[in-house]
């Protein structure tokens, strides 16, 4: 049974750091299309940052490019998000997602993005304020 646990998730202060993690068990997670998402109040899911199950090209949304960074300990079977310099925008609850498609990392991005991962964490809420 695919299963995706996100944690890490908490409050910062804006330029603060929040590394999230989501621990796969149930497949290898080098094998299926991963990435995050996230979810504010009041708006709709968007693509965070993805990665591709067959050369690890990654994905990140305009928003986050410079200051957060993808990555998957593949011996651990857990993908993390680092965030630094974090601002009020980055409030959200944030999930992984998973896909046993080849599917390009740019999609994260995408409208339809989050429609097309199939596995879906419970999510982590990250709060920045002062």
């Known amino acids: 049974q695919v299963r995706l646990v996100e944690s890490g998730g908490g409050s910062v202060q804006p330029g603060g750091s929040l590394t999230l993690s989501c621990a796969a068990s149930?497949?290898?997670?080098?094998?299926?299309?991963i990435g995050w998402f996230r979810q504010a109040p009041g708006k709709e899911r968007e693509g965070v940052s993805c990665i591709s199950s067959r050369d690890s090209s990654t994905y990140y949304s305009p928003s986050v490019r410079g200051r957060f960074t993808i990555s998957r300990d593949n011996a651990k079977n857990t993908l993390y998000l680092q965030m630094n310099r974090l601002n009020p925008g980055d409030t959200a609850v944030y999930y992984c997602?998973?896909?046993?498609?080849?599917?390009?990392?740019?999609?994260?991005?995408?409208?339809?993005?989050?429609?097309?991962?199939?596995?879906w964490g419970q999510g982590t809420q990250v709060t920045v304020s002062s």
């Open positions: 149930g497949f290898t997670l080098s094998t299926y299309a």
């Open positions: 997602a998973a896909d046993p498609n080849p599917l390009p990392p740019a999609l994260c991005g995408s409208a339809q993005g989050d429609s097309v991962y199939d596995y």
